[in-house]
């Protein structure tokens, strides 16, 4: 597997047919018409991204979620355990709200959280979420989580350009990276598209470190 320098400029063209616990060298060269130039540092390295984990964590997980996708919610406590135990990953967490209007304000209150220093409690607590989002049940996981809905809002509509940049963003290097749903996950330099057990996931660190 060829190996990328960050800094690198290098072209989206992943083929997503290939199995998730194999991985895509981020991102195969090619020259085709509808090819667009991305770099390992704006997908990685977004600065207005939030960061979990260990911010200096000598490898990155990316991970493309909805908070209405239940593989999502199923991995998410799988991905957040290897990150504690680890200690040495840092975790960004790219909003990427595709089924629609709830998926779109969970994500808007997230970000919101993010601007208060919150990002963590409120992701987990959307994460937490059984089935299909409603406001009302967006609204109930965050206050039971503690967080203050109406501070939230403010906070996300105090930096609306950040946050829907942010998203505008995420959305566009998915339709460059070829990316079909979610979850999809980059490690390292290295996409896996789907969903990653804890065996997959611990591997595909391991690569990536290698």
Same mark, same amino acid.
């Given at each position: 597997?060829?190996?990328i320098?960050?800094?690198?400029?290098?072209?989206?063209?992943?083929v997503?047919?290939?199995?998730?616990?194999?991985? *895509?060298?981020?991102?195969?060269?090619?020259?085709?018409?509808?090819?667009?130039?991305?770099?390992v540092?704006?997908?990685?390295?977004?600065?207005?991204?939030?960061?979990?984990?260990?911010?200096?964590?000598?490898?990155?997980?990316?991970?493309?979620?909805?908070?209405?996708?239940?593989?999502?919610?199923?991995n998410?406590?799988?991905?957040?355990?290897?990150?504690?135990?680890?200690?040495?990953?840092?975790?960004?967490?790219?909003?990427?709200?595709?089924?629609?209007?709830?998926?779109?304000?969970?994500?808007?209150?997230?970000?919101?959280?993010?601007?208060?220093?919150?990002?963590?409690?409120a992701n987990?607590a959307?994460?937490?979420?059984?089935?299909?989002?409603?406001?009302?049940?967006?609204?109930?996981a965050?206050?039971?989580?503690?967080?203050?809905?109406?501070?939230?809002?403010?906070?996300?509509q105090?930096?609306?350009?950040?946050?829907d940049?942010?998203?505008?963003?995420?959305?566009?290097?998915?339709?460059?990276?070829?990316?079909?749903?979610?979850?999809?996950?980059?490690?390292g330099?290295? *996409?896996?598209?789907?969903?990653?057990?804890?065996?997959?996931?611990?591997?595909?660190?391991?690569?990536?470190?290698?």
């Amino acid at each position: 597997m060829t190996r990328i320098n960050r800094r690198n400029a290098l072209i989206g063209t992943a083929v997503t047919s290939l199995f998730a616990t194999t991985g *895509i060298s981020l991102w195969p060269s090619g020259s085709g018409a509808q090819a667009q130039e991305l770099t390992v540092d704006e997908v990685l390295f977004d600065p207005a991204n939030p960061v979990l984990g260990n911010k200096e964590g000598n490898i990155t997980i990316v991970e493309f979620f909805d908070y209405q996708c239940p593989y999502c919610k199923a991995n998410h406590p799988i991905l957040t355990d290897l990150v504690e135990t680890d200690g040495n990953i840092r975790l960004v967490m790219k909003d990427w709200p595709i089924f629609g209007a709830p998926s779109i304000l969970a994500s808007q209150l997230a970000l919101g959280a993010a601007s208060l220093g919150q990002y963590e409690i409120a992701n987990e607590a959307l994460m937490e979420t059984e089935g299909r989002l409603s406001n009302e049940l967006i609204r109930d996981a965050l206050v039971k989580a503690g967080l203050n809905v109406a501070a939230l809002q403010n906070g996300y509509q105090n930096a609306r350009d950040k946050w829907d940049g942010l998203m505008t963003r995420n959305s566009r290097q998915a339709a460059q990276l070829g990316l079909q749903g979610t979850p999809a996950f980059i490690i390292g330099t290295t *996409i896996y598209p789907g969903s990653l057990d804890a065996g997959a996931l611990r591997d595909a660190v391991e690569r990536g470190r290698a």
